[in-house]
């Protein structure tokens, strides 16, 4: 199932801008992530690094004054410096189910590609997480790019005994 462009239409009305974060973002990102009740939550500290480090592959959706109601955090993998890691997607629970998260996808994903090029994207996904399951998906259908999936880390690498395994969510490549 893809989003349609209706979706991205209502989308793009529930804000104003997609842009890089900033460190004064950090403490609303970290509060978006908190409030997800899906997410590993990370300490506020590292929301700040995130914003300060790694804006240039991570970006927020901005609601009308100007505060963040949506993010992506990722990275440049050190090893393939073309393969974008998507860490974290959330959407302030006001406004999920537009299409906000694949319009930051797409957004970012763009905007990295241009700016250092991008020949695939990665992320993981726990097994009962069926919005990022269906949000990564139809990014891969949208953009008409091979979807592989694997498992990355096992549950029983995790301290935690509930942990349940990540599985590798591998898009592209991307021809440019």
Known sequence: ?????????RARSEFLSIDAPRVE???AIWRI????KVLDLNSSYSYLLWCRDFAATSAVARGENGEPIA????YLRPDRPQTLVVWQVAVDQAHRGKGLAAALLDALTSRVAADQGLSSVETTITPDNT???RLFTSYAQRHDVGLE???LFDGDLFPE???LPEVLYRIGPFTT
């Open 33 to 36: 992530a908190r409030d997800s």
């Open 131 to 133: 919005a990022s399951e």
């Open 71 to 74: 993010f992506v955090t990722g």
């Open 25 to 27: 973002d950090g403490a």
């Open 149 to 151: 999936r694997e498992v």
């Open 1 to 9: 199932m893809t989003a349609a462009p209706a979706d991205f239409a």
């Open 161 to 163: 005994e509930t942990h």
